[in-house]
């Protein structure tokens, strides 16, 4: 993912799942070579819902699919 990407993702979650930044830091540390897979990271480590996840990827589908 490129780093405008990841920035405008890293926004959607602050800004409209209310994503604290010390989850984000936490799960980008663990995706920092794979960062398409943050929104997994956060679900595994049970920092968004399966409801929230399901948004990220619909978000991800409208702001940067095909």
């Known amino acids: 993912m490129e ?12 800004q409209e799942l209310a994503i604290p930044a010390t989850d984000l830091q936490f ?11 943050l929104p997994i990271i956060l679900w595994q480590y049970g ?7 399901e948004c990220i990827f619909d978000w991800l589908d409208k702001s940067f699919g095909s």
């Not at 780093?3 to 602050?14: G, M, P, S, V, W």
């Not at 920092?47 to 996840?53: A, G, K, S, Y």
């Open 27 to 37: 799960a980008l540390r663990y995706s920092h070579q794979t960062p398409n897979f």
């Open 47 to 53: 920092f968004v819902t399966l409801t929230q996840l």
């Open 3 to 14: 780093t405008k990407r990841l920035a405008d993702l890293i926004n959607f979650l602050q």
